[in-house]
């Protein structure tokens, strides 16, 4: 079977690896369809070896269209979204605007493809911290229990896209350099107040909640009980903005339900989908997010047992998140719908 495929945001930081992805596996094309906002149409994109040309995205643009991969932000997903379900196609929505939808599937295929199913037009793509986190403890999850996590994460640049990719490198030059350090976009490109992220680290993604969370923490807490179908599950995270391009990283604690030794722990993360245990602090091997740059699984070492809690677990996550953290998320989602 063969899909006709729409990408909404092809120029960005998630669109590009979108189609890398889709090149990458082989995705069953009919027909691939990039677009974006007016100032990119006509622009030349390199796809499979030969170059599609990119188009502004508007309701038309979707007739035809099977599937529908979006990662142009919330605000354009939302106004998108309804129209190419009009029209037929079935939107992967790599935004927030759909997330919490109890009509919509929240979906990492390791841990609930079975819901996929139940969708009505619209799936969505959870954030990139969530995703990874939920693919280490899924194993965990389903061997020993737990309902409670505690997380604290080092995000990469990227996840604020392409111009937030660009300000990093102009900073550490200007830095370098000795030229005055311009401040726009982070941590919060839409906020008026901006600080430096080269050699920096900024407790804050995303914009502040009323509860003085910020909404990428509540996204963590929120989605990871979608995700699992666990109301019960409670995870209390804090969210940082390191100055790396490309890769999350997350030190995750987590207290199991039942006793366990850490060969047991090693052995179910290393059965498990989408995971590659590297954990050997003897020998200097953990995970870091320039090696994990790049490629589509979730990356797990420095597991630990808690030296007070006896059954309290520790462990560092590292993935691209712009490949598992969204793009190959999303692709393997299309990938299923195409199957089935
Ligand atoms: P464009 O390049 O034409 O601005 P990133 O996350 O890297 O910032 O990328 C955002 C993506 O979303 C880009 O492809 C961008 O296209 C696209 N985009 C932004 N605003 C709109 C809009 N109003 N309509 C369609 N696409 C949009
Ligand atoms: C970040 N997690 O790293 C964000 C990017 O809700 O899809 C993705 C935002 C989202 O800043």
């Not at 209390?236 to 039942?258: D, M």
Request: aromatic share 6%; hydrophobic share 40%; with cysteine.
């Amino acid at each position: 079977k063969e899909a006709t495929v729409a990408v909404l945001g092809a120029t960005g930081a998630v669109g590009e690896q979108i189609l890398r992805n889709l090149e990458k596996r082989s995705f069953p094309l009919k027909d691939l369809r990039l677009l974006a906002s007016k100032r990119s149409a006509g622009k030349k994109v390199r796809f499979n070896g030969g170059e599609v040309t990119v188009q502004e995205a508007t309701p038309e643009a979707f007739e035809g269209v099977d599937i529908a991969l979006f990662s142009a932000g919330g605000s354009v997903s939302e106004k998108f979204a309804p129209e190419a379900v009009k029209r037929g196609a079935v939107v992967v929505d790599n935004t927030n605007a759909f997330r919490m939808d109890p009509e919509v599937p929240l979906i990492v295929p390791e841990v609930n493809k079975e819901e996929i199913k139940h969708h009505k037009g619209i799936i969505a793509n959870p954030n990139c911290s969530t995703i990874q986190m939920v693919v280490a403890l899924k194993p965990l999850y389903d061997r020993f229990g737990f309902d409670r996590v505690i997380v604290s994460t080092y995000q990469a640049v990227s996840g604020s896209g392409a111009k937030a990719m660009e300000e990093l490198n102009e900073q550490s030059r200007a830095v370098l350099e000795g030229r005055e350090v311009v401040k726009k976009i982070m941590p919060v490109g839409k906020l008026d107040k901006h600080y430096q992220i080269a050699f920096n680290a900024l407790p804050q993604c995303d914009v502040a909640q009323e509860n003085g969370f910020t909404l990428e923490e509540m996204k963590m807490v929120r989605e990871t009980k979608k995700i699992f179908g666990d109301e019960q599950i409670g995870v209390t995270a804090t969210c940082v903005r390191v100055p790396v391009q490309r890769g999350h990283s997350e030190s995750i604690y987590v207290e199991l339900k039942k006793d366990f030794d850490l060969e047991e722990v090693r052995q179910a993360l290393r059965e498990a989908d989408g995971v590659i245990l590297e954990d050997d602090i003897h020998n200097q091997v953990y995970p870091t997010p320039l090696d994990s740059a790049g490629r589509d699984e979730v990356f797990v070492g420095r597991v630990r047992k808690d030296t007070v809690h006896p059954k309290g677990l520790n462990l560092w996550v590292v993935s691209d998140n712009l490949l598992k953290g969204a793009a190959t998320n999303a692709v393997q989602i299309a990938e299923h719908l195409v199957r089935e």
